[in-house]
Structure formats: structure tokens, C-alpha cells
């Protein structure tokens, strides 16, 4: 297989149908969308869910 330009569009698109791009368009709800935390194997295993662990942090929280 024949690697492309990397300024080289397919035959089928065609720059003027994509529009002009707007830098940054989705930044603040993204920002403002979901934490991701990696757990490690052993903690995943305890809590396998979501829901297991926000209830888990929480009874933490209320003790605390």
C-alpha cells in the first residue's frame, strides 16, 4: 500500500465541503466534561463499577 502526502487529500473529499475549522470549538465543554481516574488492577478488582466506587469515596467524605 502506498503511503500518502501528508497534504495529500483522497480523491473524494474535497477541501471546500469540510468548511472552515473552528480552533477550540468543543474546549469548554470539555473541560467541564468527565474526570478520568486510572485505578490500579487490584483497587479496579475491589471496585468494578462506577457507582462502587462514588459510594465508596463518599462514606469517606461523610466520615472525614
Known amino acids: 500500500m ?3 502526502d501528508a497534504d495529500e ?3 473524494e ?5 469540510l468548511g472552515s ?3 477550540g ?6 473541560q467541564s466534561g468527565t474526570n478520568l481516574v486510572l485505578l490500579h488492577p487490584d ?3 475491589a471496585f468494578p463499577t ?3 466506587v462514588n459510594e465508596a469515596l463518599r ?3 461523610d466520615q472525614a
Open 59 to 61: 462514606s469517606i467524605m
Open 25 to 30: 470549538k468543543y474546549l469548554k465543554s470539555f
Open 9 to 11: 487529500f483522497r480523491p
Open 50 to 52: 462506577d457507582e462502587s
Open 21 to 23: 475549522g473552528v480552533r
Open 2 to 4: 502506498k503511503k500518502a
Open 43 to 45: 483497587v479496579a478488582k
Open 13 to 17: 473529499y474535497c477541501r471546500e465541503d
